[in-house]
């Protein structure tokens, strides 16, 4: 069964840092791209960032130098550190292998104030 649960999520001021977190199962962690999405209210999904099994990054243009995804393939886990957020990065955070997977896990919120 695959699961995926994120967590690390809250309020922040403007300016602030959260850290996400990813624990998977069932998902065959290793040999793929792992990634982070994000909805924010009445907007669709959008990527954010991913990583490769070997750690090669990508990021979507907007949280470039602000945003590090990280993963431990031995824990089969993914973290993003959101340093400088925007009240734009406001959303409901996600996990998934990129191209994703259709199973999804529940998210964490962030909410950034101005």
């Known amino acids: 069964q695959v699961r995926l649960v994120e967590s690390g999520g809250g309020l922040v001021q403007a300016g602030g840092s959260l850290r996400l977190s990813c624990e998977t199962s069932?998902?065959?962690?290793?040999?793929?791209?792992m990634a982070w999405y994000r909805q924010a209210h009445g907007k669709e999904r959008e990527w954010v960032a991913a990583?490769?099994?070997?750690?090669?990054?990508a990021y979507t243009d907007s949280v470039k130098g602000r945003f590090s995804i990280s993963r431990d393939n031995a824990r089969e886990t993914v973290a993003l550190q959101m340093n400088r957020l925007q009240p734009e990065d406001t959303a409901v955070y996600y996990c998934?292998?990129?191209?994703?997977?259709?199973?999804w896990g529940r998210g964490t919120e962030v909410t950034v104030s101005s």
């Open positions: 069932g998902i065959i962690f290793g040999p793929y791209v």
């Open positions: 998934n292998r990129r191209p994703a997977i259709s199973t």
């Open positions: 990583i490769t099994s070997g750690g090669t990054t």
